[in-house]
């Protein structure tokens, strides 16, 4: 096979050379003979991206608060706005717009620049961790990095993800894509289109997107209306007192059903 391979690269080699074609110009070469051939790539096998449960959520939460209120509120907004690792540690004071709910991905993957909406509660903790400063990284690092920086690294973020997840008791492997995987997941759940997902996360296209909906079908037949029977608000009483407000509202925001509260701009729970 290897012999077989080598002498059809050699004629295939000699022809380019022969037509003095280009390199890009083989890209186009190469898909017209695959057509002509009726040649196609195998479908590609979709699974569902992993993510946390609810219960994760919950408790990954909670043990980041229970770390440190800084590190808390970087995992919730790493979580909520469904940034990737790169982006969020390049966010600056300067990026996050109170007035408008708003955090701004100035140059996300590709070069793109975008808004990601923010609940009101999220706005108001960053509120209160910004307090007057008006420039610089939005969380300042504790640990000075190279050439004395204060900016968390990809690394250090991933590091921190880990940490927290085994404080948390989950079994899983847990890394900050996991994250955008989990919000992505959430915010399909409770309603938002597929292409207001794809504008969200920053997808250039949109088949990255929809694989959270073909591979979400039982949680998108589930109702988000439980919290308006018994055991919905039972368990929202008992996370609150468990866990606090912030873990409550944050418990109630996923289980809601409620597309009053939950528009685009407020139940995009970035």
Request: charged share 30%; proline share 2%.
């Amino acid at each position: 096979m290897t012999g077989y391979i080598e002498r059809i690269s050699a004629e295939i080699a000699d022809i380019l050379l022969r037509e003095g074609i280009d390199y890009t110009q083989t890209k186009a070469v190469f898909k017209a003979a695959r057509e002509k051939a009726g040649l196609h790539a195998p479908r590609e096998k979709r699974t569902a991206p992993s993510r946390l449960t609810l219960e994760e959520q919950l408790g990954f939460i909670d043990a980041a608060y229970a770390r440190d209120g800084q590190v808390g509120l970087m995992i919730q907004t790493l979580l909520e706005t469904g940034t990737r690792v790169s982006e969020f540690v390049a966010l600056r004071v300067e990026d996050v717009s109170l007035g408008e709910r708003m955090v701004v991905v100035e140059s996300g993957k590709g070069g793109k620049r975008r808004e990601i909406p923010i609940r009101t509660e999220l706005a108001r903790l960053l509120s209160m961790h910004i307090g007057k400063r008006r420039s610089g990284p939005l969380f300042v690092s504790r640990e000075k990095g190279t050439g004395g920086s204060r900016v968390y690294s990809r690394q250090r973020i991933g590091q921190i993800v880990r940490e927290i997840a085994r404080e948390a008791g989950i079994a899983k492997r847990i890394y900050p894509h996991l994250l955008r995987h989990t919000m992505a997941t959430r915010l399909l759940a409770i309603g938002m289109d597929i292409a207001d997902i794809q504008k969200f996360l920053g997808h250039a296209d949109i088949s990255a997107t929809r694989i959270y909906a073909e591979t979400s079908i039982a949680m998108l037949r589930r109702k988000f209306d439980r919290v308006t029977e018994p055991d919905g608000r039972d368990l929202l009483g008992t996370v609150r007192d468990r866990h606090g407000e912030v873990v409550g509202a944050f418990a109630a925001d996923l289980l809601s059903g409620d597309h009053n509260r939950m528009t685009l701009t407020s139940t995009a729970d970035a």
